[in-house]
């Protein structure tokens, strides 16, 4: 007699158990309307961030190993004319999301859910013996954005970041799992084994934000793991059973030892508080913890002359300056660029934005840039680290002119916060300031009506088709 497949979690009660039998359950129409049509919205911010990261000169490197490494396959790689295995499009696909810095994060739990959700998913339907509606990627992706903050909240979130790990790729994994187990149409027992197999796969070191190209690669890495996670589950492999409370290698006592770890965060108030509208849509080429700095000096701009500055001095709390804040050396790398607080704010001072043009080659080896960059200070509020919420990661800069006037702009939270989002229109927008740099406008309008549109899809080779074909380079 063949043994029937176990149905339900090992402990449906257990924190492992709650989020995967629902996760298992989740319908549209158990997600209220505006919030399926904010996550259409970031599921297009992140395929334009796909589109303007595909031909990155990081991004070719990445490709060319990759795909040198990985066998054939028919998978799309996004903007590159290219396909490849599954796996390999996860990698790729997560890392050109990623790649510039302009994609989602979640400001509480700190991951970037796009760059792992998207390449999964597009990798889970590639791996599909039928066709995916755009119905069945917008719940999978759902499923997604709401496990992925969970995990962060259970090991404090930031506290990931201040002790050197990078959060996104140590709790990216069980997001970019249950996506795809949710599209594979798992059971609970299956999406708790992808947990499992997700959970012993996370990993990431900060220090990559310095100078290394990985550091651009590292969500996409969780991607794959994610997917790998679901599909060895989905063939009857198992993993740790009930991961989040295992007391001896257990996610939560591995990852969150000497920090208070807290399984309870992981399915508080599930399907009624929804992270989906947390996640935050950037406005700048930069780490999300920088763009209060950027809008504090984007409002000085329009009443000092940067060339008449002689000090800039920026106050923020312990998250920001560890993870934003270091002596930098000339020239930086792109990446480096991207998430210092000193050029970030030079470049906002004196361009009046941060976006791709602040990091050519040119602009990051600019002698206005670091005239600015020698005279910033950057202090730690030690009062911030226990402060509400809404005032962790305020921002103060103080600029001082040749003449002695002081001029001082403080952000409490910047534009794209949960407090004052970033709008779908204000979204659409962004994606064609990235598109159509990169394509022509019928295309990237194209793509915007089969993202906007999803739940119309009867199969999302439509929309990846249109992903296909190269883009150009967006610093060429």
């Known amino acids: ?25 989740l319908t549209l129409d158990d997600v209220p309307p505006d919030l399926a049509e904010r996550a259409r919205y970031l599921l297009l911010d992140g395929l334009g961030c796909a589109l303007v990261g595909a031909q990155l000169p990081w991004s070719r490197v990445a490709t060319g190993a990759v795909l040198g490494l990985e066998g054939p396959g028919d998978c799309v790689v996004i903007g590159t004319g290219h396909t490849t295995g599954a796996p390999a499009a996860a990698v790729l696909n997560g890392t050109f999301i990623q790649g510039f810095e302009l994609d ?101 070191l900060m220090a990559a934000q310095y100078e290394a190209m990985s550091k651009r690669m590292h969500h996409g890495l969780a991607a794959r793991n994610g997917f790998y996670a679901a599909g060895l589950a989905a063939a009857g492999c ?76 920026i106050t923020v709390g312990e998250t920001v300056y560890k993870h934003g804040w270091w002596d930098p ?31 050519t080659a040119a602009r990051l080896d600019s002698d206005d840039i670091w005239a600015l960059i020698a005279n910033t200070s950057v202090h730690l509020d030690e009062s911030l680290t226990n402060a509400p919420i809404t005032e962790r990661f305020r921002t103060d800069v103080t600029v001082t002119m040749r003449d002695g006037a002081v001029h001082r702009a403080r952000v409490d939270l910047p534009h794209g916060a949960p407090t004052d989002p970033v709008t779908n229109d204000e979204l659409a927008a962004k994606f064609h300031s990235l598109a159509d740099r990169v394509t022509n406008r019928g295309r990237a309008d194209a793509i915007e009506r089969a993202v906007v549109g999803l739940e119309n899809l009867d199969d999302i080779r439509d929309l990846t088709d249109l992903l296909a074909a190269p883009v150009a380079g967006a610093l060429d």
Request: hydrophobic share 40%.
């Open 1 to 25: 007699m063949t043994a029937v497949p176990q149905q339900a979690a090992t402990d449906p009660a257990g924190p492992t158990g709650r989020l995967a039998t629902w996760v298992a359950g």
């Open 104 to 204: 989602d994060f979640h400001p509480l739990a700190p991951l970037h859910s796009c760059s792992l959700l998207i390449p999964a998913l597009l990798s889970t339907a590639s791996a599909r013996q039928h066709p995916t509606t755009g119905a069945e990627l917008l719940v999978a992706a759902i499923a997604g954005f709401e496990v992925g903050p969970r995990v962060g909240y259970t090991l404090h979130g930031t506290q990931m970041l201040d002790r050197g790990w990078h959060s996104g790729s140590v709790f990216g994994t069980h997001s970019a799992a249950m996506a795809s187990g949710k599209l594979r149409g798992l059971s609970p027992a299956q999406l708790e084994d992808a947990l499992g197999l997700a959970g012993t796969q996370s990993a990431g």
């Open 238 to 313: 198992t993993g740790i059973k009930r991961v989040f409370e295992r007391e001896y290698g257990g996610f939560l006592s591995v990852f969150g030892e000497g920090h208070d770890p807290d399984a309870a965060l992981l399915t508080g108030q599930l399907g009624q508080r929804w992270e989906t509208t947390f996640i935050m849509v950037k406005s700048y080429a930069a780490m999300g913890g920088l763009h209060g700095a950027i809008d504090a000096a984007r409002q000085l701009r329009n009443s000092v002359a940067p060339g008449d500055i002689s000090k800039i001095e």
């Open 329 to 359: 050396q000339r020239p930086l790398t792109p990446i480096g660029a991207q998430m210092n607080i000193g050029y970030a704010t030079a470049a906002a001072l004196l361009d009046g934005n941060v976006l791709p043009e602040q990091f």
